[in-house]
């Protein structure tokens, strides 16, 4: 029930609402573009994260097991003996093979047996058992609908295919109808593909379905499979998905909280300064019988209904920033991350329910101190002729931010939780905290040294800024979240990429490179390819790798093995530990930070991968840095590799030149001598270096975004500051100007507090966000991504940001005054503030 | 005969040419050491007199002399350095600022004027000593009555010795008492200073300190009626 006396209340505070929206419209704002962030980042996350669980289930059908190995696959020997356990009620064997299309592009080919993948999955595989005389052609080929419309192909056309025998001519017997699958995709006999794909005796999974009564989770642990095969449930599956992505989609929610949270101090400024200028108003609302609980309520019940407001229309925003994030980046954000290729945005009702909420309550966070001031206004003062905006003192909460402080270092100590830096992400927000209640101080500070200028103008900036310490601060605080976010983000990224750049220089020596195109799995080098290189005119040296797959838990993403010459030394690996001592019996193998992180392996230790089919242990000699997957990678030596697996048979490779040779036409000879089509990639040094580092630009360009969003929502809040303060002071403009003050002199005295506000908050911003980044940097990224970077400021381009930081502040200060000084103003001294 | 201090001569001023001018074709002069009483019914235009006055408004017609001076031909700056120099002010709501101490307060005129430190350091103790606040130099304006701040605008209108002083109401959030000294230090240092001014009041005791009060129409000063 509200009180007639509330009531009251409310109807004043809508009154000045109607009076001034401006103000309510910049709050409201503030918290949509927040939410909107916030809402935009998780809902293509999930989107895609939906996608790809829908996939991996299209994939699966209704196997209750997919027993699966590495790309490469495993013997089909495994097949039968499966399809014989008495707990399996179906087996259907499948080889997945990305095939190079000649003329570009590849297409996703799928063999399979379509009578028992019929009894799997009837909705799309029972197409294909209706057409299993068609499929026993070894040409024979099954387009999906969407395969044949991109393709342009129809039924009893061809698609002509790269096999590592040469191009090959397919015949499309048939096209699935629209429903059967959204996948672009085609699919032949297993056997014919295993003989196409040079994959004779490979299978790439085999589907089971068990029998009714058959726990899939516990059948899975009693299987006996070759090493490097695991047998999943379709959950297990999507968990490795969501494993892979889950750091950089948690990192980016993060930021998008940092935007919110930029949003909450702006609420807080806007409220703060709205409570100091109408001290009056609520003073009046005292003295005719509101309680001070009621001006705390209607504070905050302003506040609630400027977060649902902006929680609405951020919902709304973000959920279109979603569809359009999705069309132009893709459901992985441009990281790379996830190759699910269309994706819808879709979102739970209660998720977007949540976001309007998260609106209200960090809208509430942000009125709640300006509402206890509001309350505590003593009428009696506040309604006295003379009595300015009373300006509260430098708030003394030294103690408090200390013990903040204190709590957000040791924080960032706190190993990760559930694989997550959830201690840095709490040592960050404890850090804020305590950062934010010492601008007070750190203003005060700054204006004590500020020393005391002859100019009475520049005298009077300081003397006003002195005297409303704490009113500067509340308008700061805003752009002190903001702006040492932006120079944690900026120097974690930075630090990223100089330390990404200068890897690639270590672990690009040669001049060429070459190798199988991401899923070109019908195509790989030999020996012969590699004697054929060495011998083209300006080689002077070649060198051939294995990069393949390797499961080593059941959970985790698969990690890469990585089979090259390692020489006596690690042959220009980036290592950065050594083991003290070795066991001298075992092939040595090199770990990388993710593998140490991730599975415990230590310099020193020992790490058992399957090699062939077979676990093959290998002493850690050291821990190498790799920023090429975040997942784990273990290098080991080429011929420890071929001896164990017994083939010879290579993914990459890299070509040095001779003295004198040009390194486009070196290039331009391999790829012309080994062929391959679009299935080999033959790049030189430059070329490799800078799509790299593109690719790297394109991950991180949104995090640039919303950082760039949180900073205009902290230079948005120092000019509702300014803007506020210059309106409430049109009195002392007019009082200046009638003391021979000239209006230019009025507006540089406000672009001087500007400017020197600013400057504090962005120097104080500046010292936050450098202690910022080395949890980010140390803890965060490292238990994130499982890699170390080298810690490196970017004093440039933060110099620029803060300079037109600072500059901008100024602009805007000086415009805010123009409105309070218009002629009309010398009247103000007229009016009873 | 000496210049007066202050001549206006036919001042018109319309807000709305579809209305009648608020001020219309007044004339009269202020002697150098004067300080006049001026009163009127609310919106006669007795504000409008005092911004044209100090040059924060143009009139669209008529003179205004200060010194002999002609304000009409002077761009902003030269009215604003005009202002600076040779006139002072006090309000009804005192308009000190509340983030100055009082003799930052009092010095600001000195201050902007360019005079020497030294100086405005003597000035602003003495002209405090003679509003009766030579105690109170350190102290912030919120320690302070209301017609101690007021004592304090007074001060801050005299420190650089204007010619002209204009007070519009300076006594309107005084108690009587209060009033009553305010408006005597007003007078009495005005004319010790050497300057002449103008006092708007609606109050015939606050008239009475002046040395003539005038009734003010719009049109012209006409002497105060009696009762």
């Known amino acids: 029930m509200v009180s007639a006396t509330l009531r009251v209340a409310f109807a004043v505070f809508a009154a000045q609402v109607r009076d001034r929206p401006l103000r309510l419209l910049v709050s409201i704002g503030a918290i949509a573009v927040g939410v909107a962030l916030a809402a935009a980042v998780h809902l293509v996350n999930e989107s895609a994260l939906a996608e790809f669980s829908r996939a991996t289930r299209e994939l699966s059908g209704s196997a209750d097991l997919v027993v699966r190995g590495t790309r490469a696959g495993f013997d089909e020997a495994l097949y039968p003996q499966l399809a014989k356990l008495d707990g399996v009620a179906v087996a259907s064997p499948v080889l997945a093979r990305e095939a190079p299309l000649v003329g570009g592009g590849s297409l996703p080919l799928e063999g399979v047996d379509p009578l028992a993948a019929a009894a799997i999955r009837p909705a799309l595989y029972g197409e294909l058992a209706g057409l299993y005389v068609a499929l026993q052609e070894p040409d024979a080929l099954v387009l999906s609908a969407r395969a044949a419309r991109e393709l342009g192909v129809r039924q009893g056309g061809t698609v002509a295919v790269q096999g590592p025998a040469g191009a090959r001519t397919l015949r499309v017997v048939a096209v699935l109808p629209e429903g059967a699958t959204g996948r672009r995709i085609g699919y032949m006999d297993v056997g014919s593909l295993q003989w196409f794909a040079a994959g004779l005796g490979q299978l790439s999974r085999i589907d089971l379905r068990l029998r009714s009564g058959v726990d899939p989770a516990r059948y899975a642990t009693t299987l006996r499979l070759p090493s490097g095969v695991d047998a999943l449930t379709p959950d297990v599956e999507e968990t490795r998905a969501s494993n892979l992505t889950r750091a950089y989609r948690v990192n980016l929610d993060m930021l998008a909280l940092v935007a919110l949270l930029t949003g909450a101090f702006l609420v807080y400024a806007t409220q703060a300064l709205a409570v100091m200028r109408r001290r009056r108003q609520l003073a009046l609302l005292r003295a005719l019988g509101v309680r001070a609980t009621e001006v705390r309520v209607a504070v905050i019940v302003e506040g609630a209904l400027t977060g649902a407001l902006g929680g609405l229309a951020g919902t709304a925003l973000g959920w279109m920033i979603a569809v359009l994030t999705l069309r132009l980046l893709g459901g992985d954000l441009g990281s790379g991350l996830l190759q699910a290729s269309t994706v819808a945005v879709t979102a739970r009702p209660v998720v977007l329910v949540a976001f309007v909420l998260l609106g209200v309550f960090v809208a509430v966070a942000g009125a709640w101190m300006p509402a206890r001031h509001a309350a505590t206004i003593a009428p009696a003062r506040a309604l006295k002729a003379g009595d300015d905006e009373a300006i509260p003192g430098p708030v003394a909460r030294l103690p408090l931010a200390g013990v903040l402080l204190a709590a957000g270092a040791g924080a960032a100590f706190l190993p990760p939780m559930h694989g997550l830096p959830l201690g840095g992400y709490a040592s960050i927000a404890l850090l804020l905290a305590g950062g934010v209640l010492l601008v007070p101080a750190f203003v005060g500070v700054a204006l004590a040294h500020a020393g005391a200028p002859r100019a009475p103008i520049a005298g009077l900036v300081l003397a006003r800024l002195r005297g409303a310490i704490a009113q500067s601060a509340v308008s700061l605080a805003a752009i002190v979240v903001s702006f040492s976010l932006m120079v944690a983000m900026a120097t974690m990224v930075h630090s990223f990429r100089d330390s990404f750049e200068r890897w690639l220089g270590e672990v690009l020596p040669a001049d060429v490179y070459l190798r199988l195109a991401p899923g070109a799995d019908t195509w790989d080098l030999g020996p012969a390819e590699g004697a054929a290189l060495a011998a083209l005119p300006g080689v002077a040296r070649v060198e051939l790798r294995r990069t393949l797959p390797v499961s080593l838990a059941r959970e985790q993403p698969p990690v890469t093995l990585i089979a090259r010459p390692l020489g006596g030394e690690a042959g220009g690996l980036p290592v950065i530990a050594r083991a003290a001592s070795l066991d001298a019996s075992l092939p040595r193998a090199y770990v990388s930070e993710a593998l140490r992180d991730l599975y415990g392996v230590v310099p020193g230790g020992s790490v058992t991968v399957p090699v062939g089919g077979k676990p093959v242990r290998f002493a850690v000699a050291g821990l190498w840095r790799d920023y090429a997957r975040s997942t784990g990678s273990i290098v080991v030596d080429l011929l420890d590799f071929e001896r164990l697996s017994g083939t010879r048979r290579y993914t990459e490779g890299s070509v040095w030149l001779a003295p004198g040779a040009d390194g486009e036409a070196v290039r331009a000879a391999v790829a012309a001598r080994l062929g391959g089509g679009e299935a080999l990639q033959v790049t030189t040094t430059g070329t490799l270096r800078a799509r790299a580092l593109e690719a790297f630009d394109r991950a991180f360009a949104i995090t640039y975004a919303i950082e760039a969003v949180a900073v205009g929502i902290g230079l948005l809040g120092v000019v509702l500051a300014f803007a506020v303060q210059a309106l409430a002071r049109r009195a002392e403009f007019g009082m200046l100007r009638h003391l021979g003050l000239r209006r230019r002199e009025v507006l540089g005295m406000l672009a001087g507090e500007g400017a020197f506000m600013a400057a504090v908050g962005v120097v104080y911003g500046l010292l936050l966000g450098l202690g910022l980044s080395v949890v980010l940097v140390h803890v965060v990224n490292r238990q994130s991504f499982h890699w170390t970077l080298d810690y490196v400021v970017p004093i440039g381009s933060l110099g620029i940001v803060a300079t037109a930081l600072v500059a901008a502040a100024a602009v805007t200060a000086g415009l805010t005054g123009r409105i309070a000084t218009s002629d009309a103003v010398v009247r103000a001294v007229r009016e009873d503030w | ?227």
């Open chain 2, 1 to 227: 005969m000496a210049a007066a201090l202050l001549a206006v001569e036919g001042l018109v001023r319309r807000y709305r040419a579809d209305r009648p001018a608020v001020i219309d074709g007044l004339g009269f002069t202020l002697e150098p050491g004067e300080w006049v009483a001026v009163m009127g019914e609310s919106g006669v235009g007795k504000s409008t007199l005092l911004n044209l006055i100090a040059g924060l408004d143009s009139p669209d017609a008529g003179s205004i002399r200060l010194d002999g001076r002609e304000l009409a031909g002077l761009d902003d700056d030269a009215l604003t350095l005009l202002r600076r120099e040779s006139m002072g002010f006090v309000f009804q709501a005192f308009h000190v600022l509340p983030y100055l101490s009082v003799g930052r307060n009092v010095a600001l005129p000195l201050e902007l004027n360019g005079v020497p430190a030294a100086s405005i350091a003597t000035r602003v103790a003495t002209v405090l000593a003679d509003v009766g606040l030579g105690d109170a130099l350190d102290r912030l304006p919120r320690e302070l009555s209301g017609g101690e701040m007021q004592r304090v605008a007074i001060a801050r209108a005299l420190v650089h010795r204007p010619r002209l002083v204009l007070a519009d109401e300076p006594t309107g959030n005084l108690d009587p008492r209060s009033a009553t000294q305010v408006l005597e230090l007003l007078a009495r240092t005005v004319r010790a200073y050497g300057g002449g001014g103008l006092l708007i009041t609606h109050s015939r005791a606050a008239a009475a300190t002046a040395d003539r009060a005038v009734e003010f129409d719009g049109r012209a000063f006409r002497p105060l009626s009696p009762g």
